[in-house]
């Protein structure tokens, strides 16, 4: 290697390293999160996570609950660029109506990094997002079941999320898109749930009537664990035995779920992470240090889980976690 290569490469490295070093240390910045409420176990744990991603890294996190209502999530998100702060987060509840206040955020020059769902707006009104590919969330429950039923005939109900919402359109198509060409497995009911534990079981009492008192039903597919863990309940209300009678399939792995799949009582959870802030953080830490722009979307990853995979474990790792 030549001198000059030698020089040419120390500097960048110096670049790299300081870069990296200033990265580190957002200490002080202000960052407003616009979160959607609390309406399961999993977005607990995103809030709680969230928070301690702040603190470790001495960010002044201003928290803003909304709800379920996306013009508390406007508001709020108004109210961060009239405070001036240093970027936001939003997990956006519906995908739709966020051009204009995300136009005014850029305005202001303020990034905003969405987290765990996405937006119907132009990329460049957010600097990034944080989320699983929610397709492929659908797309291994939905290829769980195939595998699970083989040639047996197979009547789904489905628990849709939140209408509007990304995970609702994007976990409904990815299951579909699994079991295309399976003749023998349909979706004969399908209804939202709004993503809640009471919603869940209230929804699952309907389907369970409409089909035979539940005879007719091969499995539930849930869009989220707390709609499977208040489907089970609905299963367990009509005498049958949620697990064997209706198979259980959904998507977060939330600890509850795993006690019921080690109970038997479900079949089988897809994971979606609830630190969607400490990726967040760390690409504002690049881009505040020297503009680095991040991938457009960060996914995180889709795995499954059943009874194989020590579900008693997996509760006990999960289980103070802020769920
Ligand atoms: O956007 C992620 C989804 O929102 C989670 O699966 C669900 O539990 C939540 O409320």
Known sequence: MSIITKLALAASLATA???AALAQDISGKVVGFSQIGSESGWRAAETSVTRQEAEAR???LKFADAQQKQENQIKAIRGFIAQGVDAILVAPVVATGWDEVLTEAKEAEIPVVLLDRGVDAPED???TSVASDQVEEGRVAG???VDTVGAEDCKVVELQGTVGSTPAINRKQGFEEAIAGHDNITIARSQTGDFTRSKGKEVMEGF????NGGA???AVYAHNDDMAVGAIQAIKDAGLKPGTDILVVSIDAVPDIFTAIAAGEANATVELTP???GPAFDVLAAY???GTEPEKFIITESKLYTSADDPAGEYERRKDLGY
């Open 143 to 145: 290829q769980w079941l």
């Open 17 to 19: 390293l300081s870069s």
């Open 58 to 60: 001495g960010v002044d």
């Open 208 to 211: 369970i009537k409409a089909e």
């Open 288 to 290: 505040w240090a020297d």
């Open 125 to 127: 009104l957010y600097l």
């Open 275 to 277: 630190n969607m802030a």
């Open 216 to 218: 007719d039903i091969c």
